[in-house]
């Protein structure tokens, strides 16, 4: 019989902050490989399989790379795609405090889609030992275009590893105090800087309407989200507006949607609006081209006259804590 060793090693824990994805470079090839893999993914697309693979492969993959490519251009910074070097910043950050506060453990980042891939990274978090998981997607609200789908990558990951380490997963935090704060620190500090304007717009991403009738919470936390928003900053019900963004082909997706909403307001004579993306954990494409850009241009061209896009909570000191505290909560009992 051996012996019972005096003390066990302790065991050994990490964190894995994912979001969705970039391509590598701002090219269209490097983006046809991304869209295809992203765009493929049946969580994301939810309509018959072959039918949507032809239009993918078909269509899609041969005219979309380019445009695509010369948008991620107009953002890209020094270091690389902004969703990586955003997410990479907190993954990092997070390791610090939390390694401050006394927890010894193992922070990385992933990408769903594009790397440093999930299946990668947990393969790699396996070799140093780990067998504790606290899984958190970055998405503030639940869909299961998103976190579902951080969910199908770790899964099936595990369908294909022998020994696995215990697994948890956030699912959402729309309504989490520290978030909700960390947003409303923000806008506080761009009125500081900049003045209010007449309307603050918070634009969420869209997601086909369909998806709430088959169950998808989606919608529901993201008016959440801004009730509480609103209510933080204590705005009237005049004062602001929950829209929606990111539309793609012609079905009927999430009202009211972003662009067209500025396009109004701007007609209806409202000179200014803050918009902030409080679904978004990390400035990218979404909201820096899309938002900052595109939207900004429909709102000035219609008669507007002020456009203030407030950053995403990125790596600012409110919005780690909100993580960090996140992560804790979740943390407990693992000592």
């Not at 991620?72 to 390694?99: C, D, F, H």
């Not at 500081?192 to 989606?218: C, I, K, W």
């Amino acid at each position: 019989m051996n012996p019972v060793p005096e003390s066990l090693p302790p065991i050994k824990t990490a964190v894995l902050l994912c979001n969705l994805g970039t391509p590598d470079a701002p090219t269209p090839e490097a983006t046809r490989r991304y869209l295809a893999e992203f765009l493929a993914d049946p969580r994301v697309v939810e309509i018959p399989r072959l039918l949507w693979l032809a239009i993918l492969h078909g269509i899609i993959l041969r005219t979309r790379p380019k445009k695509s490519a010369a948008k991620y251009a107009s953002v890209w910074m020094t270091e690389g795609s902004p969703l990586k070097v955003w997410t990479e910043r907190q993954a990092k950050l997070m390791q610090g405090i939390l390694g401050e506060r006394g927890h010894r453990l193992t922070v990385r980042y992933a990408m769903r889609y594009g790397s440093p891939a999930i299946a990668t990274t947990l393969d790699e978090l396996m070799a140093q030992g780990i067998e504790r998981v606290l899984v958190l997607p970055a998405y503030p609200q639940y869909c299961a275009a998103t976190t579902g789908s951080v969910v199908d990558a770790v899964s099936r990951w595990a369908l294909k590893t022998r020994k696995l380490p215990e697994l948890r997963f956030v699912n959402r935090y729309h309504q989490d105090g520290d978030y909700i704060n960390a947003l409303a620190d923000s806008v506080r500090r761009h009125w500081q800087a900049n003045g209010q304007s007449e309307r603050l717009v918070m634009s969420f991403h869209g997601m086909p309407a369909r998806t709430t009738a088959l169950g998808d919470p989606y919608h529901a936390e993201c008016l959440e989200t801004g009730l509480r928003l609103a209510q933080a900053l204590n705005l009237k019900a005049e004062q602001c507006l929950v829209t929606f963004q990111s539309r793609f082909g012609k079905a009927k997706w999430l009202e009211p949607y972003t662009e067209p909403s500025l396009v109004q307001l701007a007609r209806d004579g409202i000179r200014s609006v803050d918009v902030i993306c409080p679904g978004f954990s990390a400035d990218c494409l979404e909201t820096l081209e899309e938002i900052d850009q595109e939207a900004r241009k429909a709102f000035l061209t219609a008669g507007g006259q002020a456009f203030h896009y407030i950053p995403c909570l990125n790596d600012s000191a409110p919005g780690m804590r909100a993580l960090n505290a996140l992560a804790e909560r979740h943390l407990q009992g693992w000592s």
